[in-house]
């Protein structure tokens, strides 16, 4: 990374860190990017330039956590088997959020009680997940690599999804990599029922 790459950076996680400090204190929608920028010493054109939307702004985290865990998965060699492959993505989404705690934390309470940021933020899942999906596809080859990749991809999205809720209603107090481990212990353990066949 070079020197610009790091001060683009660092403006970024900067204006991030102001604008959940003023989401806290007065809400998403009372809070305004001239309100932003100010507070983080820079010009509203620099926020936009950055965060194009308040919503890119809050789910600006995730866009961290979900990017980090692509990169890591495109890392694995090709040998790599699937399932490791799959372990990657949950072991990068973990490791991000204990990175980031405060502020997934404060993005999800805006998400939970904001329509406009909780379509942003399904819609930044969906792409997230058809981006794994590819990757996976790729690796496994076949006739029905696509369903096989999209079943495993929904399903690793749903181990992530259910122990980060349980981890959120915590408080943040609980152990998100343990909630992790339980949920894919359960899927492990073959405790979760699956469809019975359509005759």
Same mark, same amino acid.
């Given at each position: 990374?070079?020197?610009?790459?790091?001060?683009?950076?660092?403006?970024?996680?900067? *204006?991030?860190?102001?604008?959940?400090?003023?989401?806290?204190?007065?809400?998403?929608?009372?809070?305004?990017?001239?309100?932003?920028?100010?507070?983080?010493?820079?010009?509203?054109?620099?926020?936009?330039?950055?965060?194009?939307?308040?919503?890119?702004?809050?789910?600006?985290?995730?866009?961290?956590?979900?990017?980090?865990?692509?990169?890591?998965?495109?890392?694995?060699?090709?040998?790599?088997?699937?399932?490791?492959?799959?372990?990657?993505?949950?072991?990068?989404?973990?490791?991000?959020?204990?990175?980031?705690?405060?502020?997934?934390?404060?993005?999800?309470?805006?998400?939970?009680?904001?329509?406009?940021?909780?379509?942003?933020?399904?819609?930044?899942?969906?792409?997230?997940?058809?981006?794994?999906?590819?990757?996976?596809?790729?690796?496994?080859?076949?006739?029905?690599?696509?369903?096989?990749?999209?079943?495993?991809?929904?399903?690793?999205?749903?181990?992530? *999804?259910?122990?980060?809720?349980?981890?959120?209603?915590?408080?943040?107090?609980?152990?998100?990599?343990?909630?992790?481990?339980?949920?894919?212990?359960?899927?492990?353990?073959?405790?979760?029922?699956?469809?019975?066949? *359509?005759?």
């Amino acid at each position: 990374m070079s020197l610009r790459d790091i001060k683009m950076e660092r403006t970024r996680e900067s *204006i991030a860190d102001v604008a959940f400090t003023l989401f806290e204190a007065q809400g998403f929608t009372a809070t305004t990017v001239g309100e932003i920028a100010a507070e983080a010493e820079v010009g509203s054109r620099t926020v936009y330039r950055y965060f194009p939307t308040k919503e890119e702004l809050v789910l600006s985290g995730f866009k961290k956590v979900f990017d980090t865990a692509l990169a890591d998965v495109r890392a694995c060699p090709a040998e790599t088997p699937i399932p490791d492959v799959l372990r990657t993505v949950l072991e990068s989404v973990v490791q991000s959020n204990l990175e980031l705690p405060k502020q997934l934390r404060g993005a999800y309470e805006i998400i939970t009680t904001t329509p406009s940021v909780r379509a942003h933020f399904a819609q930044s899942i969906r792409a997230w997940e058809a981006d794994l999906r590819r990757e996976v596809a790729d690796r496994l080859g076949g006739r029905s690599a696509e369903a096989i990749a999209g079943l495993a991809v929904a399903q690793t999205a749903a181990v992530f *999804i259910l122990a980060f809720e349980d981890w959120y209603a915590s408080g943040g107090r609980a152990d998100l990599r343990k909630l992790t481990r339980t949920a894919l212990d359960l899927l492990h353990a073959d405790k979760v029922p699956v469809p019975a066949r *359509i005759q």
